[in-house]
């Protein structure tokens, strides 16, 4: 299993990308947030996705250097069609025009169309909290990637839609960020790449019977990913479905229907909250970090050694990872390195 310093990994990407195209300034973008999720462990958004993208990219499904097209914009709001550039890029520059609105009204929503594929949802909610906010985010996948099915349902009809929440503390920001299934289809990509068999409770064959194969997903007729929720599989479903509604809904793009087409991207939908605006950033910070030192305080069960919250696995391996590099398992690798030979890009070995 290649090891690959997070700098080298992301040089690496960016001249791929380049390479089909893509203008410098997008490619680090993208290669950023690729590289970032590996940091901080979600493989499933990492450089895997490089081949994904750059097919897209030859296809002419995504276009470099599309900007971010407003279509209607209010003192707290702004709608765009992303014109399928590349989703990190499109979902930054929302964000770019979302924090001055926050900043003087304490909200600011925006949704946008049709963007490329947007990666880690946590990536934008931790660069909220970084300037003090916090971001509520979801997006769906245009009405395509259905992959969870109703509870006791056949056949798949809802996508895995995310739901991100971060939270400035004293002590680091609390990032909420997970899907409405047992597990994101990229996790289960992640298992199928490698010929691996997927944890027992995440996937229903065609016929609705527990299944570890994780080729059920990618062959006709396809099997699901089950609801989050174990057996009240109904909040997690209906959480996905109520997410779809909005992504959709608010962006102009579609929700899951029949006859979509693949999928390629994302509708996304950005809430951005400036405590200051409300009852003060201190009052926020006094009491989000209250919480969470209180909670981390609870006595803890034999075997365990710490009360863990959310964001907190993600800065370990972040700490772990860019101080030994990011483990690549050999089927990523490979089709990376297979990628960057066609395109006539060599890996800078340090």
């Given amino acids: 299993m290649p090891v690959i310093r997070a700098e080298d990994l992301t040089d690496f990407?960016?001249?791929?990308?380049?390479?089909?195209?893509?203008?410098?300034?997008?490619?680090?973008?993208?290669?950023?947030?690729?590289?970032?999720?590996?940091?901080?462990?979600?493989?499933?958004?990492?450089?895997?996705?490089?081949?994904?993208?750059?097919?897209?990219?030859?296809?002419?499904?995504?276009?470099?250097?599309?900007?971010?097209?407003?279509?209607?914009?209010?003192?707290?709001?702004?709608?765009?069609?992303?014109?399928?550039?590349?989703?990190?890029?499109?979902?930054?520059?929302?964000?770019?025009?979302?924090?001055?609105?926050?900043?003087?009204?304490?909200?600011?929503?925006?949704?946008?169309?049709?963007?490329?594929?947007?990666?880690?949802?946590?990536?934008?909610?931790?660069?909220?909290?970084?300037?003090?906010?916090?971001?509520?985010?979801?997006?769906?996948?245009?009405?395509?990637?259905?992959?969870?099915?109703?509870?006791?349902?056949?056949?798949?009809?809802?996508?895995?839609?995310?739901?991100?929440?971060?939270?400035?503390?004293?002590?680091?920001?609390?990032?909420?960020?997970?899907?409405?299934?047992?597990?994101?289809?990229?996790?289960?990509?992640?298992?199928?790449?490698?010929?691996?068999?997927?944890p027992e409770g995440w996937l229903l064959d065609s016929q609705g019977q527990p299944t570890t194969d994780p080729s059920v997903l990618y062959t006709q007729p396809s099997g699901s990913i089950r609801p989050m929720g174990g057996a009240q599989a109904y909040k997690g479903f209906g959480l996905a479905l109520v997410l779809d509604m909005l992504s959709a809904g608010f962006s102009g793009g579609r929700a899951c229907h029949e006859g979509a087409p693949p999928a390629r991207g994302n509708n996304v939908l950005f809430l951005l909250l400036d405590p200051a605006r409300f009852a003060g950033t201190e009052a926020m910070l006094r009491e989000s970090t209250g919480v969470c030192r209180f909670v981390r305080n609870t006595p803890t069960a034999e075997g365990v050694d710490a009360i863990t919250l959310p964001g907190d696995p993600e800065r370990s391996v972040l700490e772990a990872r860019s101080r030994d590099g990011i483990p690549l398992s050999e089927g990523h690798w490979a089709k990376l390195v297979e990628l960057a030979d066609r395109l006539g890009v060599s890996f800078r070995h340090p």
Wanted: glycine share 14%; charged share 20%; hydrophobic share 40%.
């Fill in 13 to 198: 990407t960016v001249r791929i990308f380049e390479a089909c195209g893509v203008p410098a300034e997008e490619a680090k973008v993208v290669a950023d947030g690729l590289v970032g999720a590996n940091l901080r462990g979600h493989d499933s958004h990492g450089v895997m996705r490089v081949p994904q993208y750059v097919g897209f990219v030859e296809e002419g499904v995504y276009r470099p250097g599309a900007g971010l097209k407003v279509e209607s914009e209010g003192p707290a709001t702004v709608v765009a069609d992303a014109q399928w550039g590349f989703g990190q890029v499109q979902a930054h520059r929302l964000l770019d025009l979302l924090i001055p609105k926050a900043r003087q009204l304490g909200v600011a929503a925006g949704a946008a169309k049709d963007c490329g594929h947007i990666g880690r949802l946590g990536e934008y909610a931790e660069r909220a909290a970084a300037q003090g906010m916090v971001l509520i985010a979801t997006v769906n996948n245009n009405g395509a990637g259905q992959r969870v099915a109703p509870p006791g349902g056949l056949e798949p009809r809802l996508g895995t839609n995310p739901l991100c929440a971060a939270v400035p503390t004293e002590d680091g920001p609390v990032v909420l960020d997970f899907g409405t299934s047992v597990a994101a289809e990229g996790k289960v990509r992640v298992y199928h790449i490698n010929n691996q068999p997927v």
